[in-house]
């Protein structure tokens, strides 16, 4: 690879490191392409350089993020081990994200996607949360989770974790994530177990 062409890629990451951290903090429609230069310590003449228009940076972050939920899902979900296992794990890793790429939860989570993507789903109904409820159907079906609606066992799986961690970024509570983990895996599996 080229000089030029790592130097590229290198301002491909920071402009869509920096507009998803002014999009969460500022919201998509109060962050400029001027701000995400300034951010990135570029020209806006840079970003046209890389990028038509703060939508397509936009669309490309939603893109990715759903991306990265549906392999983080994936990978938990094709192991051979039992649903309990399994939906233990979900749940962990949601945590583990809230800590280690709260940004991109964020994104995820607290985005209006409809303001990007207008004929799309939000991120936390698209994708990755079809593929959690597609699993939980079909553990329903083999008698390996209680039957409910799939959307309230989706929302029973998901919900408990977000919320948890939603109140943890607003400081309500102080301590590490990682404490309540089993607590909250429990909590999701009493929901959901036959």
Not at 98 to 109: M, P, R, Y
Not at 111 to 139: A, Q, V, W, Y
Not at 173 to 181: C, E, R
């Amino acid at each position: 690879m080229k000089i030029n062409d790592e130097r590229s890629l290198l301002t491909q990451k920071l402009i869509f490191k920096k507009s998803m951290e002014l999009f969460v903090i500022k919201g998509y429609h109060n962050t400029s392409l001027r701000d995400i230069a300034a951010e990135c310590g570029i020209s806006t003449g840079a970003i046209y350089h890389h990028f038509s228009s703060k939508e397509e940076i936009a669309v490309k972050l939603f893109n990715d993020t759903i991306l990265f939920l549906n392999n983080l899902f994936e990978e938990t979900l094709q192991s051979k081990k039992e649903t309990r296992y399994k939906i233990k794990e979900l749940v962990f890793n949601l945590i583990r994200i809230a800590e280690e790429d709260k940004i991109t939860l964020q994104f995820a989570l607290n985005i209006k996607h409809k303001e990007i993507i207008k004929d799309g789903k939000p991120i936390c109904s698209s994708g990755p949360f079809e593929m959690l409820r597609t699993f939980l159907k079909n553990e329903m079906q083999k008698g390996n989770i209680k039957k409910m609606d799939s959307y309230v066992a989706t929302v029973c799986l998901t919900g408990i974790p977000v919320r948890l961690i939603q109140i943890k970024w607003d400081n309500v509570i102080k301590k590490d994530l990682d404490i309540y983990k089993e607590e909250i895996f429990e909590a999701v599996w009493k929901t959901l177990q036959p």
